[in-house]
């Protein structure tokens, strides 16, 4: 399921929710896609081994290239967050 959504510079959406994988691939909780050209691609190294399979992203913010993540968590990529993390 998913809860939230954010875009870059019309290149690429960021989407959160509750999920293991996107396209079959494992993407816990957040994946990326590349919307640069006409077609939706998923951006396969984009956070994912950042978050475990029971987390859960609630909102997503963009800001000066890095990814605001709020959600039911405790760590992103092995560093201690409570419920806030950054990807960049």
Same mark, same amino acid.
């Given at each position: 399921? +998913?809860?939230?959504?954010?875009? @870059? $510079?019309?290149?690429?959406?960021?989407? &959160? &929710?509750?999920? @293991?994988?996107? *396209?079959?691939?494992?993407?816990?909780? %957040?994946?990326?896609? $590349?919307?640069?050209?006409?077609? +939706?691609?998923?951006? !396969? $190294?984009? !956070? @994912?081994?950042?978050? !475990?399979?029971? *987390?859960? %992203?609630? @909102?997503? !913010?963009?800001? *000066?290239?890095? +990814?605001?993540?709020?959600?039911?968590?405790?760590?992103?990529?092995?560093?201690?967050?409570?419920?806030?993390? %950054?990807?960049?």
């Amino acid at each position: 399921m +998913v809860y939230a959504l954010a875009a @870059s $510079d019309n290149t690429k959406l960021y989407v &959160g &929710g509750n999920f @293991s994988t996107v *396209d079959g691939a494992a993407h816990p909780a %957040i994946a990326a896609f $590349d919307l640069s050209d006409q077609n +939706v691609n998923l951006l !396969a $190294d984009f !956070a @994912s081994s950042d978050f !475990a399979d029971s *987390d859960t %992203i609630w @909102s997503l !913010a963009y800001n *000066d290239g890095k +990814v605001y993540a709020g959600g039911t968590f405790t760590q992103v990529n092995g560093n201690h967050f409570n419920n806030l993390g %950054i990807s960049g």
